[in-house]
């Protein structure tokens, strides 16, 4: 025990994490990954299985997907969505879709 090192141990977890995908919405997408890296993205299919549930006389959530101002600047914005969990991403799924159509985030709970 005398050679271990903590802060060794704590970057291989981290790096380790930063490499694998924490959720089930997101894919690899094989056309921009490459050698230098993968590029991640989120299965609109699986997205729109969660958000449907939301649907309403005021929401549609196969528009908001569809639409370049509602489900393209939610992905344009997201960063690092693969290690996101489920949980958190589908909170700012459905706060996106809330604000998309009421311009409030809270609105869907």
Same mark, same amino acid.
């Given at each position: +025990? /005398?050679?271990f090192d903590f802060k060794k141990y704590l970057a291989e977890g981290r790096l380790l994490k930063e490499n694998t995908v924490n959720?089930?919405? &997101?894919v690899k997408d094989e *056309?921009? @990954? /490459?050698e230098d890296g993968n590029f991640y &993205?989120? /299965?609109k299919k699986k997205a729109f299985?969660?958000? !449907?549930q939301f649907n309403s006389e005021e929401v549609d959530a196969k528009q908001f997907i569809?639409? /370049? *101002? #509602?489900? #393209?600047?939610?992905? %344009?914005?997201?960063e690092d &969505?693969? %290690? +996101?969990s489920d949980k958190e991403l589908e909170d700012s799924m459905r %706060?996106?879709? @809330?604000?998309?159509?009421? @311009? !409030?985030p809270d609105e869907l709970n």
């Open positions: +025990m /005398d050679n959720n089930r919405y &997101v *056309e921009l @990954s /490459d &993205v989120i /299965d299985d969660y958000l !449907k569809k639409d /370049d *101002e #509602g489900w #393209g600047e939610f992905e %344009q914005y997201l &969505v693969e %290690q +996101m %706060q996106d879709l @809330s604000f998309y159509y009421f @311009s !409030k």
